[in-house]
């Protein structure tokens, strides 16, 4: 089966730097996502990582273990607008382009 | 970039009736496009995915009878609620996967805004 676990709510400070972590165990893997999605509107691409380590893009960057089931996405420089929702996701099979979500982060930046 | 249309963004129908709604790639071609509903606070559920062309493949627990899936073109995919009831009121979100771009590639998923259906 599929399992990808993240923690449902995180409140962190404008300014700061949050880390969202996400675990997986999937029958087979092919890619983590992670998506941004404010309320009632479509997740948007943050990042993606396949292969082990950090891929930084701003003040977002993505950090995947595949030994470890484990990745995490980092935001630093927190800004207001940064209130969201937060989706991990993986891609399974190397010939399929589907996506198994998690159930989201509610991040809440406060002043 | 690739944009990913949805119609209507929200829709409210009364309890038995059928809803349609439309998914389309603006500017890509799209072979395959991916359902998802979401219920309020919970995750993306992938409902079903669409082949243009072919019959759609439904996930485990999702009538195929009941949401129909029209994929006609390569640039549009339906979903049809059939026989609307108030426990299929959720947020429906398409996604299209753009042809042109290769397994290795990983913006190959585009999703729509999503349609907000309420059955009353």
């Known amino acids: 089966g599929q399992n990808i676990d993240q923690p449902t709510e995180m409140t962190a400070t404008e300014g700061a730097i949050v880390q969202i972590n996400c675990t997986y165990q999937?029958?087979?893997?092919?890619?983590l996502f992670w998506y941004q999605q404010h309320a009632g509107e479509a997740p948007t691409f943050l990042s993606y990582n396949v292969l082990d380590g950090l891929e930084e893009k701003g003040r977002f960057s993505s950090f995947l273990s595949r030994s470890k089931g484990y990745s995490y996405l980092l935001l630093k420089e927190l800004q207001m607008k940064d209130s969201a929702s937060y989706l991990c996701?993986?891609?399974?099979?190397?010939?399929?382009?589907?996506?198994?979500f998690g159930k989201g982060t509610k991040l809440s930046v406060i002043p | 970039g690739a944009v990913v249309s949805q119609h209507p963004s929200r829709v409210i129908c009364k309890s038995g009736t059928s809803v349609k709604i439309e998914c389309r790639s603006l500017?890509?071609?799209?072979?395959?496009m991916f359902w998802y509903r979401q219920f309020p606070k919970k995750s993306l559920m992938l409902m079903a995915t669409s082949n243009e062309g072919s019959k759609a493949t439904y996930e485990q627990g999702v009538e195929k009878d009941k949401f129909l899936i029209n994929h006609a073109s390569l640039t549009l995919s339906t979903l049809t609620v059939t026989s609307a009831h108030p426990e299929d009121s959720s947020f429906y979100i398409c996604?299209?996967?753009?042809?042109?771009?290769?397994?290795?590639?990983?913006?190959?998923?585009?999703f729509g805004p999503g349609t907000r259906l309420t059955v009353t």
């Open positions: 996701a993986v891609r399974s099979g190397a010939g399929s382009y589907q996506l198994t």
């Open positions: 996604s299209a996967r753009d042809n042109s771009r290769g397994l290795a590639i990983a913006y190959e998923q585009y």
């Open positions: 500017d890509f071609q799209a072979t395959t």
């Open positions: 999937t029958s087979g893997f092919n890619g």
